[in-house]
Structure formats: C-alpha cells, structure tokens
C-alpha cells in the first residue's frame, strides 16, 4: 500500500467529524470577531503530505492516510487569545499552541510541541518532528502492532 | 560511600542481586511510582510552565537526585547494590553482556517489540509496565530502529560534547546550540545538527525507552548513571566552569521563570542545582 496516497488537504472529508467552518487563515491570525470566550478555535488546513518537510515551521495540517496498514488522522485547531496580542519569546510560541488531535485507529496519540514548534508525543519523547503526519507515521513506526494506550496520557 | 561499577565488569552474583532489587520494587508498587514521577517532570519547552528535567540546564541535577532517590529504594531492599553504568560508546552491540539472559534480556520480537528474554520478559510473569504509550503491559525494544535507522552514539559524539567548556547557554532549552547540557541531552536542532548522545540511546533502544514510560526499561537507570559519570568527567576536565545559568535569569529573559538557575530548589526535593554539584562523599565510579 502506497501510505501516503490517501494524505492531502482535503482527505479528512468525509471521514469522521467533519468541520466545515474551516477558515483559510495564517497561523498568526489572532483575531476572531464576536466570540464571547477568551479563546477561539480556528481550524487551520495544510498543504498535506506533498509538501516538503520543514523542521521547526509545522504547518498547519488536516491529514487522513493509510500508514503501514494503520490508520492515521490528524487536525490542527489553532487555539488563539480573542484580540490578544503575541508577546515576545516563549509567550508567544505558548499562545499559538495548537490543540492537536491525532488518532492511529481511532486511538489518540498525545502530542506535544518544542519551542521551535516541532512536535513529539508519548510514543516518541525524544525526538521531535516538524509536521503532525511526521509525528503519526513516526509513532506507527515505534509501536509496531501494538495498539496505543487508551489511558489517558499524563494523568498522575 | 559506596561505588557504581560499570556494568560490564559485574559479576553474575552482583547482577543477580540487583535483577532482584529491581523486581522487588516491582512487587511492592514502589518501582512504577517512579516511572509516574518521571512522566510527570516531562515538560517541554513550549509549555511555558518550569522544567526542572528535560529541555532545560537542570537536566544533570534532576536525574542525579533522581537516580539517588531509586538507589536508596534498591539499598533498602539490598544495601549491597549500586546503580551501575552502561558506557554504551564501548558495549554498543545488542551482543553485550548487558542484553543477556542473566541481566536485562534482549531486543524485542518483530511485530509486538515484546521482550521475550530475561528476568523482564513478561512471561517471566514479574515485569507489567505501566507507564507505555501502548496498551501492551510488557516492555518493548526496537534496537536499532530498522524502519528509520539508528546507531549507538561514538566516543568521539562524546568527547565533542566533553570538549565544551561552557555548561549550557541561552535559551537554556532543547535549542542550545552550544553548551555541554544540550550536547549531551541531545535535542535536534533544525538545520544545525541531529539527535545527539542521551537523546540517541533513547531511539536506539526504542520501544518503551522511546516514549513516555522510558524508567519502564531498567536499562534506564544504567544509561543516566553513565550520564551522571560524564557530568563529573566534565566538571573535572573544566574545572573553572560552573553550573549556568548561576543566579535567577534577568527580568526580560523568556526563561526567567522556566528554568532552574543554581541556587533555585528542584522539585520535588527542593535541594538546589549547586546542592547536587558534588557527588564525591555519597557514591563514586569505577
């Protein structure tokens, strides 16, 4: 199976909860007109697996494929203070994380970023990777054929 | 005082005491809890939150006193034993005396990454791992990491880290170019270098040692203790550098309030970076 033939753009419709207020926005946009919450969802969509990779600048993704005979899907929802302003350094990168959500068969994948906005998960903490699809193919790749965890991550 | 060995050198009766040290805080549920405390001080530098463990100068301290606090649990099941090292520069084939039957058993199978050899292969019935990213209780390795490969880091990665002079630098997280800390945690840095030395053996390990639940992996605590060794290595051989950075980051600094400086409490010990400096007295290496 060619794994990367189902990943583009545009592959998530259709499968599973589609989000159709998808908004063509730079992933700096913070502002989001007449939400009443201090923060607002901007789901942001990608080129898709076709692009080059580029360490530490992930773009803003939407992918479905068929990896190794798994299942991977991811979003990007870009969580952004309403009318806040970036601030300098680590506080910006913090206020432009990202809620991610990444499933191998329907299982989720923890994830979380660097400074440098690349991303690692609990499959794969010491190593990080510039795209979530990267992050995906990466943790099938560690898991073999086992199944992930369906405890939550992180939980003490 | 006692002394921590290089691994190679145990003998059988030393390897057997310490498999059974490991097991019986297994038994007692003391063992996971370290696993726990370890995913709970992952934190990386996008959080905006302290990092006391990863991605941050304290990256020695920590695991020092982090290592301490297990060997104290092992002593006080069997005051003979010591966390040894692994000098994975120099065993660095999965044909070490490290992997064998009578220590820590082998690679994982093909398919599951199940390790099947050894006291920690799960059928053994002693060894449930609890802090994995996948829903299999038993641990898993991935030598080598065939899908994407990876080799074991050389005495030569390590002796460009040994050679910096400085201990870490701005700013002070996993995108360090320079300074001993990140030269030997080893982040990737995009277009600068690779995954690097601790970071390495991680991957090259894989499976459990990989991810989240990595003190899962007993090999765990003999790769920090050789990580320990070449922090004194280093003091020793820049004997005129300090732990940086020294006092509390200026004001305008970014990691002013997410990084531990020398005289700053670690939790959850509360003992500070410059508490830690010195482990001559408590433990030494041969």
């Known amino acids: 199976m060619d794994p990367t033939a189902a990943a583009s753009g545009e592959a998530a419709g259709g499968r599973g909860p589609v989000r159709r207020a998808v908004l063509r926005t730079a992933f700096t946009a913070t502002v989001i007109a007449g939400t009443g919450g201090a923060l607002a969802p901007v789901l942001l969509r990608g080129p898709g697996a076709g692009a080059p990779e580029e360490r530490g600048a992930p773009e803003p993704e939407r992918f479905w494929e068929r990896y190794r005979g798994r299942e991977i899907r991811g979003t990007a929802t870009v969580m952004v203070p309403a009318g806040g302003q970036s601030r300098a350094g680590e506080a910006a990168s913090v206020a432009g994380v990202p809620d991610v959500e990444v499933r191998v068969d329907g299982r989720p994948l923890h994830v979380m970023r660097r400074a440098d906005g690349s991303y690692l998960s609990t499959v794969n903490h010491y190593e990080s990777f510039p795209t979530l699809l990267a992050t995906a193919r990466a943790a099938v790749d560690e898991i073999g054929t086992s199944q992930l965890s369906t405890a939550s991550p992180h939980t003490n | ?286």
């Open chain 2, 1 to 286: 005082m006692y002394s921590r060995k290089d691994q190679r050198n145990l003998t059988r009766t030393e390897k057997k005491r310490l498999v059974d040290a490991i097991l019986e805080l297994k038994r007692s549920g003391r063992y996971d809890e370290f696993v726990t405390m370890h995913r709970q001080y992952y934190v990386t530098d996008a959080e905006g939150r302290p990092r006391a463990a990863h991605m941050s100068p304290s990256f020695f301290p920590w695991h020092r006193r982090y290592l301490l606090e297990f060997e104290e649990a092992l002593q006080a099941v069997d005051p003979t034993v010591s966390i040894p090292y692994w000098d994975w520069t120099r065993d660095n084939t999965p044909a070490a005396s490290l992997w064998a039957e009578d220590f820590l058993g082998g690679n994982g199978r093909s398919g599951d990454r199940q390790v099947m050899t050894g006291p920690f292969a799960y059928r053994q019935g002693n060894w449930r791992v609890s802090g994995g990213a996948t829903d299999g209780r038993f641990l898993t390795r991935n030598f080598g990491r065939p899908s994407a490969p990876v080799d074991l880091p050389t005495a030569a990665d390590v002796d460009r880290a040994m050679g910096d002079p400085v201990y870490d630098a701005a700013p002070w997280n996993s995108l360090s170019t320079t300074g001993f800390r990140n030269r030997i945690e080893g982040w990737g840095i995009s277009g600068t270098r690779r995954v690097a030395n601790h970071n390495q053996v991680h991957l090259w390990i894989g499976g459990s040692m990989a991810g989240a639940g990595s003190p899962d992996d007993p090999v765990f605590w003999l790769h920090h203790a050789y990580m320990d060794l070449l922090w004194a290595r280093w003091q020793s051989a820049h004997p005129r550098s300090g732990y940086q950075p020294g006092s509390r980051l200026p004001d305008d600094d970014p990691q002013r309030d997410h990084v531990f400086a020398g005289d700053a409490p670690l939790p959850p010990w509360d003992e500070t970076p410059s508490q830690l400096l010195d482990h001559t007295g408590v433990y030494e290496y041969v």
